[in-house]
């Protein structure tokens, strides 16, 4: 059974920092395309850290870029999102998904077929 279970998420104030994991069971990373995702209350999910097509870095919207950094452990089979510099903005429900092989490079959320819980993640003073 594939599953994805997403921690890390709470309240931090402007300019602070959360690290959130990703822990994948049911299959292994490597036969899979990992993003990450999030949706603001009354916006469309937006993806936020996906692995472009070739493999060898990651797709940033500029809204995150230079903030947020993807990365992955095969050997615990999980994947992060550590986030840096945090912004009332980026109040969110906080995704991880997974979609098959032939999707790597897209960010758009409805090629990802696994979806975990979310974990919010809200900023503010």
């Known amino acids: 059974q594939v599953q994805l279970v997403e921690s890390g998420g709470g309240l931090v104030q402007p300019g602070g920092s959360l690290r959130l994991s990703c822990a994948a069971s049911?299959?292994?990373?490597?036969?899979?395309?990992i993003g990450w995702f999030r949706q603001a209350p009354g916006k469309e999910r937006e993806g936020i850290s996906c692995?472009?097509?070739?493999?060898?870095?990651?797709y940033y919207p500029d809204s995150v870029k230079g903030r947020f950094t993807f990365s992955g452990d095969n050997a615990k089979n999980t994947v992060y999102l550590q986030m840096n510099s945090l912004k009332p903005e980026d109040t969110a429900v906080y995704y991880c998904?997974?979609?098959?092989?032939?999707?790597?490079?897209?960010?758009?959320?409805?090629?990802?077929?696994?979806w975990g819980q979310g974990t919010q993640v809200t900023v503010s003073s």
């Open positions: 692995i472009r097509s070739r493999g060898s870095s990651m």
């Open positions: 049911g299959f292994t990373l490597d036969d899979y395309v």
């Open positions: 998904a997974a979609a098959p092989k032939y999707y790597s490079g897209s960010c758009y959320y409805g090629h990802y077929n696994y």
